[in-house]
């Protein structure tokens, strides 16, 4: 089972943020503190390893620190867009009376109207809002008089996640829904791109491969292509590399409707091969390529290592090579402890020989300039494998490493088709 990159974790140091008194007026110094320490909790978990009681102390620690009545629709944006009302109980406590707070602004015609009726849809499932109640935060929120305002505006990544919550498979909102992507303009605003990705997979999963679906998708390529040329856009080297993500996601042949199967393997550029002097996957044309994407933050990739190792042993003395695809993640797991390598990739690189021996890795490992979860590949998750015949078409694709016989299969069949020495018989077979 492939699992997406999510929130991971938050640094263990953040354990020994100094508490301040509550805060009971409005929003002063304190707050931004406690934001600010929050932000670059949230910052760090992108890419460093910690344990849920880490995750649970610092959000235990702002509310401890800013009292939720002192908080405003804006700042309570803030606080939905960090995950702030998560994993602590003491936090999750505080997100019914938020959402109770945003009841009245809720009422007002205006954006701050939008976004208060918005957060309240975003609130819901900490808050316990469910069913009817639910149902008419979604409406309210949607058909608010300043959602599409909103929607253009800073907060257009919340209104896109509201657009999510409706979803595109009840008839309700349905129309509606699938509206917003024409009505995205990078010249007002670049917030929505962080969830463009989110509601791409909402309309994957509830429209069919068709018209409707593939003029969705320009829309939103157009507006991911016009915020990452958009000089004053300030993205940050994260929400850039997301953009970018997303972008490659809706431009790949799997979005678009076709197969990658059968066609040229999009190229792959080595920035470190742990053999070999190889630099691109061109360099393996003539034999058999098994690609593994993988990282060492993900779970089920180090899961599946057994698996990848039986697979290299029985071609080890064949013209079939089983390839680690990694990418630079800005850290490495699984060595005892994490080990920050932001802003240092020769570090990252470096310490992959060390990896590989702890984990006892026997094929070859390369970190490619391309993201692990290639989007040219239509991988949304990994681990994920890919099958590259020897004249360098994609052959087969499969998510994780569950069973081997049918890549045992593949593989035979190329060695055959091109006449290449076969691998010998497995025991039993």
Request: aromatic share 6%; proline share 6%; net charge neutral.
């Amino acid at each position: 089972m492939p699992v997406p990159r999510t929130l991971l974790a938050l640094s263990g140091a953040l354990l020994s943020l100094t508490l301040t008194p509550v805060i009971e007026g409005a929003p002063d110094g304190a707050y931004a503190e406690a934001l600010a320490d929050l932000r670059q909790a949230y910052t760090d978990s992108g890419v460093l390893g910690t344990t849920k009681d880490s995750l649970v102390a610092v959000r235990t620690q702002f509310f401890e620190r800013v009292a939720v009545e002192s908080l405003g629709p804006r700042e309570i944006a803030e606080l939905v867009r960090l995950n702030g009302f998560s994993y602590s109980d003491v936090a999750i406590a505080q997100a019914k009376p938020a959402a109770e707070k945003l009841k009245a602004p809720a009422g007002q015609p205006d954006v701050d109207g939008a976004l208060a009726a918005a957060l309240r849809v975003l609130l819901a499932q900490a808050a316990g809002i469910k069913g009817d109640e639910r149902a008419a935060a979604i409406q309210a929120a949607l058909h608010h008089p300043a959602f599409i305002s909103l929607l253009q505006g800073d907060y257009g990544d919340l209104a896109l996640d509201v657009a999510c919550r409706a979803g595109l498979r009840g008839e309700l909102h349905r129309a509606f829904v699938m509206s917003l992507a024409g009505k995205l303009d990078a010249t007002n605003s670049t917030a929505a791109a962080d969830s463009v990705a989110a509601y791409w997979d909402k309309v994957k999963s509830g429209l069919p491969e068709g018209e409707p679906r593939q003029r969705i998708r320009q829309e939103l390529a157009v507006y991911l292509t016009a915020v990452l040329a958009t000089p004053s856009a300030g993205l940050s080297a994260q929400r850039r590399a997301r953009a970018e993500n997303a972008l490659g996601q809706l431009n790949s042949i799997a979005a678009r409707g076709g197969t990658l199967i059968g066609q040229p393997a999009p190229e792959l550029h080595f920035l470190w091969s742990s053999e070999g002097n190889w630099q691109s996957l061109s360099d393996l044309r003539g034999k058999v390529v098994v690609l593994d994407f993988w990282a060492t933050w993900c779970g089920h990739c180090v899961a599946s290592f057994p698996k990848v190792a039986e697979l290299t042993e029985r071609y080890r003395n064949t013209e079939v090579v089983v390839v680690g695809v990694t990418s630079l993640q800005g850290a490495v797991h699984g060595m005892g402890k994490t080990i920050d390598c932001r802003n240092d990739p020769e570090k990252e690189m470096r310490l992959m020989a060390e990896y590989m021996k702890a984990k006892a890795m026997t094929w070859p490992v390369v970190f490619s300039r391309e993201k692990a979860a290639n989007p040219e590949y239509g991988i949304d998750g990994i681990p994920h494998v890919a099958i590259i015949a020897p004249d360098g078409t994609v052959r087969h694709q499969v998510s994780g490493i569950t069973d081997l016989a049918p890549l045992r299969q593949q593989i035979d069949a190329l060695l055959a088709e091109f006449k290449l020495k076969p691998a010998p018989p497995v025991s039993g077979e």
